[in-house]
């Protein structure tokens, strides 16, 4: 249940596909990788109309045989590559209008992501937001099986009452994590999911995060 916006003080960010643009990165590092093995590329749309955590499964999806190639050679590869290009990602352009407000009003602001820990972090800096968030709590390594472990340890470092924490993300693995660690979340389909996918889930759906500061 999303309640507003006042109702809350912190606001947990998922990172990829949430603030980041990079699911067109994704999508073509890993037709790269389909060509080589000899399997039919993907497009944006059906990327996004497929994507699920754990990734193992999604690969799968794609014609991956794990009894001919170890996921974790294929999760490593694929890592590979798009570390290799991940600077050509740029925020979504409203990101630090939607940051800055919600700093203005005095809601703290955290990462909760499936990225690496140390990758994240760099991203952050170089992308210039790192001073927005007081934590950045990412996985510690790079097969992105789930992140609701580091979601309970985030919520409790950060020590706010769970009814005072909204988390934003763009895929129905951010509305599973935020329903196992007993927070509200709102989700956007500007990342990794179609809003098709994010309709399945309990939790409302924006359109733009310029939405979500309108009323501030």
């Known amino acids: 249940m999303f309640h507003k916006l006042n109702d809350y003080t912190h606001i947990i960010w998922d990172w990829n596909g949430t603030l980041l643009d990079d699911a067109w990165l994704c999508v073509e590092v890993m037709n790269g990788m389909l060509e080589k093995r000899g399997l039919p590329k993907v497009s944006l749309d059906f990327y996004r109309s497929v994507f699920t955590f754990p990734v193992r499964d999604y690969y799968r999806e794609l014609g991956y045989d794990f009894s001919k190639e170890p996921f974790e050679e294929v999760g490593m590869e694929f890592m590979d590559s798009y570390n290799r290009r991940q600077k050509e990602c740029r925020l979504h352009p409203e990101v630090l209008t939607v940051l800055e407000a919600f700093r203005q009003h005095g809601y703290g602001q955290s990462i909760l992501s499936a990225r690496e820990q140390k990758e ?48 934003i993300g763009d895929t129905r693995h951010d509305a599973e994590v935020a329903l196992e660690i007993g927070i509200d979340c709102i989700l956007i389909p500007n990342g990794h999911h179609t809003e098709e996918r994010l309709k399945l889930c309990s939790f409302p759906i924006i359109k733009s995060l310029n939405d979500l500061i309108a009323g501030l």
């Open 120 to 167: 994240l972090q760099a991203e952050t800096i170089d992308l210039g937001v790192k001073q927005y968030f007081e934590k950045i709590y990412g996985l510690d390594d790079h097969y992105a099986h789930g992140k609701t472990d580091v979601g309970i340890k985030l919520i409790k470092d950060l020590g706010i009452p769970a009814a005072s924490l909204l988390f």
